[in-house]
């Protein structure tokens, strides 16, 4: 995770924006091993840090407070549907579900449809871009 996604956090986090879920590099492994991925390490350190959540009403999946683990629970549920097995789903954003793709590391949107779009490069790049436009919207 860079540094100026560290700074904005630490500059506009509210109470509640987290839930620091304690996230072990088993419970990763665990998750990787069921979905058949490798996860990037930028998301993994988001959530091995943050557990589940982001500033501005971001809502990036990690690990519950209980231990479950939500991201790879919510694709599950969507591979059901016609997820791809490369993509991990990141955040729902109702009309369609941010995922990352485990081949390439980029993030791509998906909708049941099977519309599929690269949208950033990388975990920090996507994180970066919905922190500021949060930001803007405070």
Do not use: H
């Given at each position: 995770?860079?540094?100026e996604i560290k700074d904005l956090i630490s500059k506009y986090e509210v109470k509640?924006?987290?839930n620091y879920a304690n996230v072990t590099d088993e419970m990763l492994c665990s998750a990787e091993k069921e979905l058949g991925v490798n996860l990037?390490?930028?998301?993994?350190?988001y959530v091995k840090t943050f557990g589940y959540g982001g500033i501005g009403g971001i809502g990036i999946l990690?690990?519950?407070l209980d231990g479950s683990i939500v991201f790879k629970d919510t694709t599950q549920d969507y591979r059901k549907e016609g997820l791809p097995d490369n993509l991990v789903v990141i955040e729902?954003?109702?009309?369609?579900?941010?995922?990352?793709d485990c081949h390439t590391g980029k993030i791509i949107s998906w909708d049941t449809s099977g519309y599929l779009k690269?949208?950033?490069d990388c975990f920090d790049d996507y994180l970066l871009s919905q922190m500021?436009?949060?930001?803007e919207n405070l």
């Open positions: 995770m860079n540094n509640g924006d987290f990037p390490d930028q998301f993994k350190e990690g690990v519950g729902n954003v109702d009309e369609w579900l941010e995922c990352i690269e949208d950033f500021n436009d949060a930001i």
